[in-house]
């Protein structure tokens, strides 16, 4: 059952917009529900971010749908840095191998 008087997609927006690094996973980083959650948390550790902010998508089914609407995207885990979507865990994974991911983060 959704609230009606919860606006899920102002919600997304304020907090991209708020932090710098923002990661919707599947559980947390120390309890990854999923093996592309566990990976896209482990990638950012890699390229020197510890300081990103989690969204934990299974804590809140409003959340899960509204990210996959919020970005076009249809699967989890999403990043976003400076308020401005990345990608999933296979983009992660080819900025990480590339150097982009780590020059993005220190942008």
Known sequence: M??????VQKEIHDL???QKVVLFMKGSPQFPQCG???AASKMLNSAGCSDFVTVNVLADNDVREGIKQYASWPTIPQLYI???F????DIMREMAESGELEAALKA
């Open 2 to 7: 959704t609230n009606d008087t919860r606006d």
């Open 16 to 18: 991209v917009t708020s």
């Open 36 to 38: 592309f959650s566990a």
């Open 82 to 84: 400076n308020g401005e």
């Open 86 to 89: 990345v990608g999933g865990a």
